[in-house]
């Protein structure tokens, strides 16, 4: 492969594409655990029930059992000189996992009525063995509570402490998730890497598409020519 036929064939606005292309790339695997969702098999939600969650495990399916929320999440925006008031964007419930161990998961606001509504069937069925109707489908990541949200961590335990279990009993959980605290996060936040993985794949792949197109019609012209040379 020649330098001088790369140089020729290698256009400016190929090389804004393959580079725009990296840089979403980039961004998208900075999601870090998020981004593998794009190449892990998912599990349901009755897989977490027997096995327990480990970080970066891809869980999708309805969840059907939640002990209720235990923390909320609020965004606001920051301008120079003021900010606006503080929105509550989504909450953070309590599930089981595996036999003995607890998680939580993060839904969006407009999900609370159905998982309210979940927790109380999720009650009933403890009491008195009365199926749960409610579910909520998901479809998100594991990863570990500090990375989503600090003071999560902190948040969990204060409610796992008011239920009444003691720090060497949550210790003993944790064999449930891996050696630490989880929470299950999407979905915006996996739409997100699907729709910023798959623009920066398609940009990259035009990029090396266009590359390629063009350094064959270089190399069958450069052929031509050395062609007509030996012929004269």
């Known amino acids: 492969m020649k330098i001088s036929t790369l140089l020729k064939v290698f256009s400016p606005a190929n090389f804004v594409l393959l580079l725009f292309g990296c840089i979403v790339l980039g961004v998208t695997i900075k ?5 593998s969702l794009l190449f892990k098999q998912a599990h349901d939600f009755d ?5 327990g969650l480990k970080e970066g495990d891809h869980i999708e399916g309805d969840i059907y059992y939640n002990l209720g929320p235990f923390a909320s999440q609020s965004t606001y925006t920051q301008y120079e000189t003021y900010r606006t008031g503080s929105k509550t964007s989504g909450y953070y419930y309590v599930i089981p996992a595996g036999e003995s161990g607890f998680a939580a998961v993060y839904v969006r606001k407009d999900d609370k009525n159905t998982m ?7 009650y009933e069925y403890l009491n008195s063995g009365a199926d749960v ?10 990863v570990k509570m500090e990375k989503n949200l600090r003071g999560l961590e902190s948040a969990f335990k204060s409610q796992l402490k008011e239920w ?4 060497t009993e949550m210790e003993t959980m944790l064999a449930s998730t891996g050696g630490e605290y989880l929470v299950l996060e999407g979905p915006a936040d ?4 699907y729709v910023m993985g798959g623009i920066g794949l398609l940009m990259v792949a035009l990029a090396i598409f266009l590359f390629l197109r063009r350094y064959k019609k270089e190399r069958a012209w450069e052929k031509e020519q050395e062609a007509g040379e030996i012929q004269l």
């Open 190 to 193: 996996v739409t997100t890497v």
């Open 164 to 167: 009444g279990y003691t720090d």
């Open 31 to 35: 999601k870090g655990d998020i981004f």
């Open 133 to 142: 109707q409610t579910v909520l489908h998901f479809n998100g990541v594991a």
């Open 116 to 122: 309210d509504k979940m927790a109380e069937e999720t």
């Open 47 to 51: 897989y977490v029930l027997e096995n």
